[in-house]
């Protein structure tokens, strides 16, 4: 593989990021639309990049955040982009073929007319990522970016500043400014970013970021993908498997110390099976942390905001009547230490006042919910914004059918959590204020390709063409009222 020159220094002012996108603009009309080879060189450049800098990437998540493990790093910030990008690689070029669709009326279609669909790449796309999975929320929407044959500029998060500079520095060596460039900076860029006039602009993060995002687009009339989040709920049927439940959900609580856009946000549970949840919780946390405050696989909350955000949560719920179970394994205290971290902690007796229980929590607390009905829950969710994600556990198939036919969500997972998100045959995105559009495999391809139709017509001016232009007769009387019905009644 023969790696681009580095890309130029990055001025960040509104002027030079037009510049920029320009640049990438003219060069992607001027080269015309990229083979499968290219975009398959494209794809490979960025799994080398991965592969290359997977340690040094590591290291800088774990720098920005105070402490993350760096096993949780390589899984979702290498590994799992690596598999989107291979996935991509594999089918290419089967998702590039043109798509036959029926000639109407299908009297043309005899005689050759022919429809088809050819997916164009759009040009040159916008990805604003967070810091929560800095470098596989630049990369997993990038494999479908330069799959569907488009030019990127990348936006990284500020609140991760050393990955962000490493991003900017390993993209420039693996490609041309032209082709895809990162560019840095504070909110003031992130701004000019997403007023540029870009040919599709990817936005992950918070909905209120969000609303500022649309506005600015909605100048350039810039289609979008939001991939924002909300308070996913978890819901335990009366048939679950309780241990294998809370292990699960805990894993997926204190993933990123819960700092994921999928995170369980909350869980109705069967008012009986409430204080088994809580044990089973409580042990399954414990087999996976024996001790936090100093434990390597135990992430920080990013900013001391987030951290006093959170720490908020608890003592409002607390204030409020709620039973706070925090489970600590070594009984450490956590007023004292290094780094920003807080322990699992289950808040009992929930209630809608609660701010745990309206905003999106982005941190290691599960509120717990008891329930006596399935519709109950069911009406509960659907009281509020729809969720990214809704999780059920349960074994019995007409409750599940029915909460998840009954409620809206992004996308759903059956006896797990986050998982779904994995499946790169699957679209992942939201609803509503959850986020807009989806990309994950050909679901991205398509998202980020425009879908041109295509009609050819009859090369010979046949008599069926002739029939449908003036001067009108009783043939083309007698078709319409065939086709409408007239005279049926």
């Not at 914004?385 to 996308?411: C, K, Q, V, W």
């Given at each position: 593989?023969?790696?681009?020159?580095?890309?130029?220094?990055?001025?960040?002012?509104?002027?030079?990021?037009?510049?920029?996108?320009?640049?990438?603009?003219?060069?992607?009309?001027?080269?015309?639309?990229?083979?499968?080879?290219?975009?398959?060189?494209?794809?490979?450049?960025?799994?080398?990049?991965?592969?290359?800098?997977?340690?040094?990437?590591?290291?800088?998540?774990?720098?920005?955040?105070?402490?993350?493990?760096?096993?949780?790093?390589?899984?979702?910030?290498?590994?799992?982009?690596?598999?989107?990008?291979?996935?991509?690689?594999?089918?290419?070029?089967?998702?590039?073929?043109?798509?036959?669709?029926?000639?109407?009326?299908?009297?043309?279609?005899?005689?050759?007319?022919?429809?088809?669909?050819?997916?164009?790449?759009?040009?040159?796309?916008?990805?604003?990522?967070?810091?929560?999975?800095?470098?596989?929320?630049?990369?997993?929407?990038?494999?479908?970016?330069?799959?569907?044959?488009?030019?990127?500029?990348?936006?990284?998060?500020?609140?991760?500043?050393?990955?962000?500079?490493?991003?900017?520095?390993?993209?420039?060596?693996?490609?041309?400014p032209d082709e895809v460039a990162v560019v840095t900076g504070g909110a003031d860029v992130g701004a000019a970013f997403a007023a540029l006039p870009f040919d599709h602009l990817i936005f992950t993060g918070a909905g209120s970021v969000a609303k500022h995002v649309m506005r600015a687009a909605a100048e350039n009339?810039?289609?979008?993908?939001?991939?924002?989040?909300?308070?996913?709920?978890?819901?335990?049927?009366?048939?679950?498997?309780?241990?294998?439940?809370?292990?699960?959900?805990?894993?997926?609580?204190?993933?990123?110390?819960?700092?994921?856009?999928?995170?369980?946000?909350?869980?109705?549970?069967?008012?009986?099976?409430?204080?088994?949840?809580?044990?089973?919780?409580?042990?399954?946390?414990?087999?996976?942390?024996?001790?936090?405050?100093?434990?390597?696989?135990?992430?920080?909350?990013?900013?001391?905001?987030?951290?006093?955000?959170?720490?908020?949560?608890?003592?409002?719920?607390?204030?409020?009547?709620?039973?706070?179970?925090?489970?600590?394994?070594?009984?450490?205290?956590?007023?004292?230490?290094?780094?920003?971290?807080?322990?699992?902690t289950l808040i009992l007796d929930a209630t809608r006042d609660m701010a745990v229980m309206q905003d999106e929590i982005f941190g290691p607390l599960l509120p717990v919910i008891a329930y006596d009905s399935?519709?109950?829950?069911?009406?509960?969710?659907?009281?509020?914004?729809?969720?990214?994600?809704?999780?059920?556990?349960?074994?019995?198939?007409?409750?599940?059918?029915?909460?998840?036919?009954?409620?809206?969500?992004?996308?759903?997972?059956?006896?797990?959590?986050?998982?779904?998100?994995?499946?790169?045959?699957?679209?992942?995105?939201?609803?509503?204020?959850?986020?807009?559009?989806?990309?994950?495999?050909?679901?991205?391809?398509?998202?980020?390709?425009?879908?041109?139709?295509?009609?050819?017509?009859?090369?010979?001016?046949?008599?069926?063409?002739?029939?449908?232009?003036?001067?009108?007769?009783?043939?083309?009387?007698?078709?319409?009222?065939?086709?409408?019905?007239?005279?049926?009644?």
């Open positions: 593989m023969t790696k681009s020159l580095r890309a130029d220094t990055m001025a960040t002012d509104s002027a030079a990021l037009e510049q920029l996108l320009q640049r990438q603009r003219k060069a992607h009309i001027a080269d015309g639309q990229a083979s499968a080879d290219l975009r398959i060189d494209r794809l490979d450049r960025c799994a080398a990049l991965l592969r290359d800098y997977s340690a040094r990437f590591e290291e800088a998540i774990n720098a920005d955040f105070g402490n993350r493990s760096r096993h949780a790093s390589a899984i979702t910030d290498i590994m799992s982009p690596l598999g989107a990008l291979r996935d991509c690689r594999a089918n290419l070029r089967k998702w590039m073929r043109s798509e036959r669709r029926p000639v109407e009326p299908r009297l043309l279609g005899l005689f050759g007319a022919r429809s088809e669909i050819r997916l164009q790449p759009k040009g040159v796309i916008g990805i604003i990522a967070p810091w929560n999975f800095p470098v596989g929320l630049v990369f997993s929407p990038l494999a479908g970016v330069l799959a569907a044959g488009n030019r990127a500029l990348v936006k990284p998060s500020e609140f991760t500043p050393r990955t962000s500079d490493l991003l900017q520095q390993s993209i420039a060596e693996y490609f041309a009339l810039v289609p979008l993908t939001l991939e924002l989040g909300g308070k996913s709920p978890v819901i335990l049927g009366a048939s679950v498997d309780m241990p294998v439940a809370a292990a699960r959900i805990m894993a997926g609580k204190t993933l990123n110390a819960g700092q994921i856009c999928l995170a369980p946000d909350h869980i109705f549970v069967p008012r009986g099976l409430r204080d088994s949840f809580v044990t089973e919780a409580r042990q399954a946390t414990e087999a996976m942390f024996g001790s936090l405050k100093d434990n390597p696989d135990y992430t920080a909350m990013i900013s001391d905001r987030h951290f006093e955000r959170v720490r908020g949560y608890v003592a409002d719920a607390r204030e409020k009547g709620a039973t706070i179970v925090e489970i600590n394994p070594a009984g450490e205290t956590f007023e004292q230490q290094e780094h920003r971290r807080i322990p699992p399935a519709e109950e829950v069911v009406a509960e969710i659907n009281a509020h914004d729809r969720p990214l994600a809704l999780y059920y556990f349960g074994s019995e198939a007409g409750e599940r059918d029915r909460i998840i036919d009954a409620t809206t969500s992004g996308g759903v997972c059956v006896n797990d959590v986050i998982m779904h998100c994995a499946q790169e045959n699957l679209p992942f995105g939201g609803i509503g204020p959850s986020g807009m559009g989806a990309y994950h495999g050909i679901d991205g391809f398509r998202e980020f390709s425009h879908r041109k139709a295509i009609h050819t017509q009859l090369g010979k001016d046949l008599g069926p063409m002739k029939l449908f232009r003036p001067p009108y007769g009783a043939k083309l009387r007698a078709f319409v009222d065939k086709q409408i019905g007239a005279g049926a009644r």
